[in-house]
């Protein structure tokens, strides 16, 4: 519990602007921030020392033989890579095209377990491992794979359309490569380079981890190809505004589309094959229990379904539950029903359910539900679901050629 802190006390600092931390801060916060602020100089010496390394030669990242989709960010968690993997997977499959995802299944392999239950009988792999490249050498083996670059350019809707026909003999081959949180991951050669922005949070107070949430500066952005603004629809219109003014002054031709997490329903956790509707929360005492990197936009999303109240607890993103913390919750639980006199419910996210199932059987006798979600497009200034679609495929043909 006192790691749960200190990563508490750490992201708490890493979301202060610098003018509000003696008024907003602990004692010892403030006394962390020295050291953090010396360790994230010099992990800002040896970002670009790294990314020189690779560009002189002296460091080779390796090349698929498919084109490789990165999905990734510029800071730790919450910015919706996940769901965004997802999306890219089922829209790919759709398409004909036998997708490979490449997770490095970190923190109990949540995000990994999440993609294999909703991908279950669609043509998608999910290979697990922190090693993308040994992983996919080792499914590109064992299931072969498309090659559109032999084919070119003008022959890439061709290639596919016979195995979204269902008609070809390589439909359970391998077509293109997801990166899942792959930004950072430079040692592996990507055709797409999918950047992810947390519209709540975007960059907390500017600076490199661990004194800010950062993993790279600002001027990274350069290397996108598209960047996607996750939780749109839970700020304003113009703090999108000023979020995509912040990106265009890095890289001016970026095409932005905004998107957000869309909940579908709930499932029990004791029985996930019992589907209960959003409604069903409406006018009750809910209590959110999470471990993700954006608690705030779960916590909102739950209010905006019309419970009567809604508390939290929130731990750090892939924490994994231990007896501690469930009767941690099991107090509030009591204390909720104390003081509203009714019964509270827990609700939780799916990534919250993989991470460890089993534990959450201990909150008997309270219900414990799971929010299911997938991600949106959302329309804007012209930017739709399938002009985003279209953008993706152009870049593809791109790579092909190459």
Not at 30 to 42: D, G, Q, R, V
Request: with cysteine; aromatic share 8%.
């Amino acid at each position: 519990m006192e790691m749960e802190k200190l990563r508490k006390m750490v992201n708490q600092i890493a979301y202060t602007p610098a003018q509000d931390r003696l008024r907003t801060l602990s004692t010892l916060q403030l006394f962390l921030i020295p050291l953090l602020s010396l360790a994230s100089t010099l992990y800002g010496f040896a970002l670009p020392l790294r990314h020189r390394l690779y560009q002189l030669g002296l460091l080779h990242a390796d090349r698929l033989p498919v084109p490789v989709i990165s999905v990734g960010n510029l800071t730790w968690g919450g910015n919706g890579k996940t769901p965004m993997v997802e999306f890219l997977a089922l829209w790919l499959a759709a398409a004909g095209i036998s997708p490979l995802i490449l997770t490095r299944g970190y923190g109990g392999a949540d995000e990994a377990k999440m993609l294999q239950r909703h991908l279950y009988g669609i043509s998608v792999k999910i290979g697990v491992g922190a090693n993308r490249a040994v992983t996919a050498a080792s499914f590109l083996k064992r299931y072969g794979h498309i090659s559109p670059r032999k084919h070119g350019n003008s022959d890439l809707d061709r290639l596919f359309s016979d195995n979204k026909k269902g008609n070809s003999s390589y439909c359970d081959q391998i077509g293109v490569a997801i990166l899942d949180d792959g930004m950072q991951h430079i040692s592996l050669w990507r055709d797409i380079e999918i950047v992810m922005v947390n519209a709540m949070v975007p960059w907390g107070n500017h600076q490199l981890i661990p004194l800010g949430p950062l993993r790279e500066p600002l001027t990274a952005l350069a290397r996108g190809d598209i960047v996607v603004i996750h939780h749109a629809n839970l700020v304003s219109e113009k703090d999108v505004e000023a979020i995509a003014s912040e990106i265009r002054t890095v890289k001016n031709s970026l095409p932005i589309f905004l998107s957000r997490l869309a909940p579908l329903y709930f499932l029990k956790a004791r029985n996930m094959s019992h589907k209960l509707a959003l409604m069903d929360i409406c006018n009750t005492l809910v209590l959110c229990v999470s471990a993700i990197g954006s608690a705030e936009s779960f916590v909102e999303t739950i209010k905006k379904l019309g419970p009567t109240y809604v508390d939290r607890l929130d731990f750090s993103d892939h924490h994994l539950f231990e007896a501690k913390d469930i009767d941690m919750i099991r107090m509030r639980l009591w204390n909720l029903q104390s003081d509203f006199a009714m019964k509270p419910i827990v609700v939780v996210t799916e990534k919250d359910y993989d991470r460890a199932p089993e534990v959450l059987t201990y909150l008997d006798p309270y219900e414990v539900l799971v929010l299911c979600s997938s991600l949106q497009i959302l329309p804007h200034k012209g930017s739709t679901e399938e002009t985003f679609k279209k953008c993706l495929w152009q870049h593809l043909e791109v790579s092909c050629k190459v």
